[in-house]
């Protein structure tokens, strides 16, 4: 297989902004799409562990060099 550089690209920029979300769940007070306004801990940790699943898939879709 030989794979796929732009959907690589595109795994890369989503665990960036899942890494993005989960440094803001840890850090800020707020209610962005939860029922109170506290620090989201919980939410943190899954933006954190969607940030390892794609660049887990990145490094899948990645192209791979040639054998010879």
Do not use: E
């Not at 979300?21 to 989201?40: E, G, I, M, P, W």
Request: glycine share 4%; aromatic share 12%; net charge positive.
């Amino acid at each position: 297989m030989k794979g796929n550089g732009p959907l690589a690209l595109l795994f890369v920029v989503l665990a960036l902004a899942f890494a993005a979300l989960a440094v803001f769940y840890f850090t800020v007070r707020t209610s962005l799409l939860a029922s109170s306004t506290a620090l989201h801990y919980k939410h943190g940790i899954v933006f954190t562990a969607l940030a390892a699943l794609a660049l887990i898939a990145a490094n899948f879709a990645r192209p791979k060099a040639a054998l010879r």
